[in-house]
C-alpha cells in the first residue's frame, strides 16, 4: 500500500473541509480493553482526522469510566464507557472495533464483532490455536468485513529500506533470516486480582500461589515464549514473500534458571522452511537476563542473501550493518523512525511506528482496500509461532502449517 496516497487522501479530505465546509467522513470507534497499552495509543489515534472514539469498554473496576473521562475532557469527545463487551457491543453505534485485551481469548470477541459487520483489528499474536486461525479467516470470508492484525515492528524504517533493498534485487535471492525477541523484566504482569480485574505484578512465589489472583495472559503466554513471534514473522515475511511451510522447535526446560519461582522455558529457538526456500532461524524468551540493542531493543534481525546481507545492532555498543559480496561490511544509519515522516508519526511509540496501524486499518475501511496485515498475513504469523510450541513439547518433530487461503 502506498503511504504518500493516503498522506495525499487525508490531506485532500482536509482541504475539501476548509474550503467547502464540508464534515470529513469519520470512522466510528470502539475500544475494547483500555489498559495502559490502548491508553498510549488513544493519544497517538487521536491525531488521525477520520478518528472518532464512540465507546470504551473494560472489565477492570471504574477504569473504562475513568478513561472515558479524561480522554473526553482532553479532546472534548463524548465516549462512552461501558463494563463488558456486550453491553457496549448492544448501545454503542460503531464501525469499527479496537481489541487490546488477552489475547488469547480475543478470537471470539473478534469474530462475534464481525458477524454483526463491524471491522475488527486485534493485536499480537491473532490467535492461541489453529482453531482460532480459521475461525478469523471464516469470519472475514463470511461478512466481507476488514481485519487487520495491529503488528507494527513491520514498519519500522530499516525494515522499509530492506523491503526496497529486496524489491530491487539488491539483496539477490534471499536464502536465510533471523529473528530474535528476548525481553527480560525482573517483574512482569503476571497475575489479575480476581475480584478488581487490575493486573499484580508478582514480587514472590507465595504471590503466584495467591487465592485472591489468576494467572494473567502474559503468564499463559511466556510459559512457552515461541508464542509471542509475530512481531518477528511479520516483517520477515513482508521482505522474503511467501508463508511459513514448516516448523520444527526446541526449548530449555519448564521452569526459568533465573525466575526460580516461574515455570517458564527462558528460550525456545525455531527453524522454519519457507515456501520461497528461505530459512527461518526465530527466538523467544522473556524469564532471563539479556541485554537491550541499540534502536531495537528487545529485538535483533538478520537477512542473508547471494548479494547482499543485513543484520541490526547486536548490543547498545553496536550499529546496523549492511555487507556487499562486491564492497564489504558497512556501517548503516537506518534506524526505527522515518524522519520524513510529521511529528506526530515519529513520536508514536515503539520506534515511530505505532501510528501506521491505525491509519492502514482506517484507509482500508474508507476506500475498500485489503490493509497490509490482513487476516490471512495475520494467522501465518500465528500459526507457525503455535505449531512451533507444539513441536517443542513433542521434541522437536516437523510440522507442516497449514495453508489457510485455500
Given at each position: ?387 512451533a510450541a507444539q513441536s517443542a513439547r513433542q521434541g522437536g518433530v516437523l510440522l507442516d502449517v497449514p495453508d489457510f487461503r485455500i
Open positions: 500500500m502506498n503511504h504518500e496516497k493516503v498522506k495525499n487522501f487525508i490531506f485532500q479530505q482536509k482541504i475539501t473541509q476548509k474550503t467547502w465546509g464540508v464534515d470529513m467522513k469519520k470512522v466510528r470507534i470502539g475500544y475494547l480493553g483500555v489498559g495502559p497499552r490502548a491508553q498510549g495509543l488513544m493519544e497517538c489515534y487521536s491525531f488521525h482526522e477520520q478518528v472518532q472514539f464512540v465507546a470504551f469498554a473494560d472489565i477492570a473496576a471504574g477504569r473504562a469510566e475513568s478513561v472515558a473521562a479524561e480522554y473526553n475532557k482532553k479532546h472534548g469527545a463524548s465516549v462512552k464507557a461501558y463494563t463488558s463487551y456486550e453491553a457496549m457491543m448492544k448501545e454503542a453505534k460503531m464501525d469499527a472495533l479496537l481489541i487490546a485485551m488477552d489475547p488469547d481469548v480475543q478470537v471470539d470477541y473478534a469474530v462475534d464483532a464481525m458477524d454483526k459487520g463491524v471491522h475488527v483489528m486485534t493485536d499480537v499474536p491473532a490467535a492461541f490455536t489453529i482453531d482460532q486461525c480459521y475461525k478469523l479467516v471464516n469470519a472475514v470470508r463470511k461478512n466481507g468485513v476488514k481485519y487487520q492484525l495491529g503488528e507494527q515492528n513491520r514498519y519500522c524504517n530499516f525494515f522499509k529500506q530492506w523491503r526496497k533493498m529486496a524489491e530491487n534485487d539488491e539483496f539477490g535471492k534471499i536464502y536465510y533470516v533471523e529473528g530474535e525477541y528476548t525481553h527480560y523484566m525482573p517483574v512482569w504482569d503476571l497475575l489479575r486480582d480476581k475480584k478488581t480485574n487490575y493486573v499484580v505484578y508478582p514480587k514472590s512465589k507465595e504471590d503466584l500461589d495467591d487465592p485472591r489472583y489468576i494467572k494473567s495472559w502474559r503468564y499463559r503466554t511466556f510459559l512457552e515464549p515461541i508464542y509471542y513471534l509475530p512481531h518477528e514473522l511479520s516483517p520477515l515475511l513482508s521482505i522474503t514473500g511467501g508463508r511459513i511451510s514448516k516448523v520444527s522447535c526446541i526449548g530449555t526446560k519448564r521452569g526459568s534458571y533465573t525466575e526460580t519461582s516461574y515455570d517458564a522455558c527462558d528460550l525456545q529457538s525455531a527453524v522454519m522452511y519457507n515456501t520461497n526456500d528461505t530459512i527461518f532461524a526465530l527466538r523467544a524468551g522473556f524469564a532471563s537476563p539479556t541485554g537491550d540493542r541499540r534502536d531495537t531493543g528487545s529485538h535483533w534481525y538478520q537477512i542473508k542473501g547471494t548479494k547482499a546481507c543485513a543484520e541490526t545492532a547486536r548490543s547498545t555498543l553496536d550499529t546496523m550493518k549492511l555487507y556487499r559480496a562486491d564492497t564489504g561490511w558497512e556501517m548503516a544509519d537506518w534506524g526505527t523512525v522515518d524522519y520524513s515522516e510529521p511529528e506526530y508519526i515519529r513520536n508514536s511509540s515503539h520506534g515511530g511506528t505505532d501510528y501506521y496501524p491505525i491509519m492502514y486499518f482506517i484507509d482500508a475501511i474508507l476506500n475498500d482496500k485489503q490493509p497490509p496485515m490482513d487476516v490471512y498475513k495475520a494467522v501465518e504469523t500465528a500459526a507457525p509461532a503455535i505449531l
